[in-house]
């Protein structure tokens, strides 16, 4: 029988996201509700769509690290890895008190994911404890679903459109999560990465991580000539 907290699937890394380092102003209706509902749960289902690098899966670890920290039973699935697991990962979820399923439109028109997920949603809604949050790119409306009687599961809780980060914005929750490293990144400097690479957070996230280590290995300040050598820009 299958633990109802850890199963042996690679499912758990989560990285150093956290609700602290995602940039709330966007967003402020549904981090309110999610933090309302997960001290005094009323609404089991969420759904959060936006485009990629609007910070959805950031989100969704974030609030599964947050019940992580605090001992409560979750679980983080990103579906967008299905390949490495087949749908018997969402057996027994319905017994944690928290689901975040990330990037649901990678396993959308499959048959066996979408009974799956449909099976899931009411078990759930039997039990009772578990709040369930799913991401996607498009709206639930908007979403090619084959099975009629999961797209209409996909509408029953809260929806909501993630807006993406400002270029200043962007710069802000850089400089703040090098901050929580404990390295100092200059606005020139975040401005130099913004420019230079990918724009979307967990590009930007990756490279702090890539050069927080490379300063503490050479001693070094992250001046652009550092940046350039180490990223290869």
């Known amino acids: 029988m299958l633990d109802h907290f850890q199963l042996p699937l690679p499912i758990h890394q989560l990285d150093d996201e956290s609700l602290e380092n995602f940039y709330p102003d966007n967003n402020l209706l549904l981090l309110n509700s999610l933090r309302k509902n997960f001290t005094q749960p009323e609404q ?12 959805k899966s950031h989100l969704l670890k974030a609030i599964t690290n947050e019940f992580f920290i605090q001992q409560r039973p979750a679980m983080y699935v990103p579906l967008e890895k299905s390949h490495y697991f087949s749908p018997a990962v969402l057996e027994n979820l319905e017994y944690q008190q928290l689901v975040c399923l990330d990037n649901l439109h990678s396993v959308i028109t499959i048959p066996e994911w979408e009974l799956a997920i449909f ?38 809780g809260e929806s909501y459109q993630l807006n993406p980060l400002n270029d200043q914005q962007k710069i802000h929750v850089l400089k703040q999560n090098a901050h929580q490293r404990g390295i100092d990144l200059s606005d020139e400097v975040a401005n130099f990465l913004l420019k230079r690479l990918e724009r979307d957070m967990h590009t930007l996230f990756n490279a702090l991580k890539k050069l927080d280590h490379a300063s503490l290995q050479a001693k070094r300040k992250l001046t652009i000539p550092f940046v350039k050598e180490i990223l290869n820009l």
């Open 44 to 55: 089991q289902f969420f759904y959060i769509w936006g485009e990629q690098g609007s910070g």
């Open 119 to 156: 099976d899931l949603f009411n078990r759930i809604k039997t039990v009772g404890k578990t709040i369930l949050v799913i991401s996607a790119n498009q709206s639930p409306t908007a979403l090619c679903v084959n099975l009629p009687d999961l797209a209409s599961r996909l509408r029953w």
